[in-house]
Nanobody
Framework: QVQLAESGGGSVQAGDSLRLSCGAS????????AAWFRQAPGEGREFVAA????????TYADAVKGRFTISRDYANNAAYLHMNNLKPEDTAVYYC???????????????WGQGTQVTVSS
C-alpha cells in the first residue's frame, strides 16, 4: 500500500511557474511509474505526464509539452511536476498517481493522491 500526498498548488498569474510535489508513504513508490493527471471544472480527469524509474523518456500530454517537466527524488520517495509559462487553461485539480505501467489511461494507475488546486488567472 502506498499513500500519496500532493502539495504546492496555488493561485498564480499567466506566465508564472509552480512546482507541485508528490510525497509517498514508502519507498515502494520508487519502483512504480509516477504520473500526474489533472481535472478541470466540469471535465474528466486527463493525463499530464508520466515517468518510469530509470527508463527515459518521460511522457507528456501535447498541451503541456515543453512547459511542464516531471522529475523524481528517489531519496525522498517523491515526484515533482515543474510547471512553467502557466496558462489559464492549466487551471485544474492536479493529482499524483502511481502504477506499474507508463500509460495515459488513469485505469493503469493503482494509487492516487487527493489532489492540489492550481488556478491560473489571465
Amino acid at each position: 500500500q502506498v499513500q500519496l500526498a500532493e502539495s504546492g498548488g496555488g493561485s498564480v498569474q499567466a506566465g508564472d511557474s509552480l512546482r507541485l510535489s508528490c510525497g509517498a508513504s514508502s519507498s515502494t513508490f520508487n519502483g512504480y511509474v509516477a504520473a500526474w493527471f489533472r481535472q478541470a471544472p466540469g471535465e474528466g480527469r486527463e493525463f499530464v505526464a508520466a515517468n518510469t524509474p530509470d527508463v527515459p523518456p518521460s511522457t507528456y500530454a501535447d498541451a503541456v509539452k515543453g512547459r511542464f517537466t516531471i522529475s523524481r527524488d528517489y531519496a525522498n520517495n517523491a515526484a515533482y511536476l515543474h510547471m512553467n509559462n502557466l496558462k489559464p487553461e492549466d487551471t485544474a485539480v492536479y493529482y499524483c498517481a502511481a502504477g506499474p505501467i507508463q500509460a495515459r489511461s488513469e485505469a493503469s494507475y493503482i494509487y492516487w493522491g487527493q489532489g492540489t488546486q492550481v488556478t491560473v488567472s489571465s
